[in-house]
């Protein structure tokens, strides 16, 4: 029900757009988030929207660098990503939450979409 697309290689410094589109139902009253696991590591958050897109939550890591928004017509939440470093290398993953509240917790989250691979090289 939830597709990430749009990962792939880039070199440090460089910049991609993560994208997840909803199918099967309509998310636009729920939170939606990413999170991504690096090989080895255990899965973490990465950033997280409202249902209207008003409120936003980031990890630490990511803020100032990426971008979460989404588009409820289209029923879409993207994820810009820009000044990306080696550490940002994992499987991202989108997913969705009954709760309007962006929450950087994955036991919060009930849905969950196949990840997208990016890889950022030195």
């Known amino acids: 029900q939830l597709q990430a697309s749009g990962g792939g290689s880039v070199q440090a410094g460089g910049s991609l757009r993560l994208s997840c589109a909803a199918s099967?139902?309509?998310?636009?009253?729920?939170?939606m988030g990413w999170f991504r696991q690096a090989p080895g590591k255990e899965r973490e958050f990465v950033a997280a929207?409202?249902?209207?897109?008003?409120?936003?939550r980031y990890a630490d890591s990511v803020k100032g660098r990426f971008t979460i928004s989404r588009d409820n017509a289209k029923n879409t939440v993207s994820l810009q990503m820009n000044s990306l470093k080696p550490e940002d290398t994992a499987v991202y993953h989108c997913a969705a939450r009954r709760g309007s509240v962006p929450s950087p917790y994955i036991y919060h989250f009930d849905y969950w979409g196949q990840g997208t691979l990016v890889t950022v090289s030195s």
């Open positions: 929207v409202n249902w209207s897109g008003g409120t936003t």
């Open positions: 099967g139902r309509t998310f636009g009253s729920y939170a």
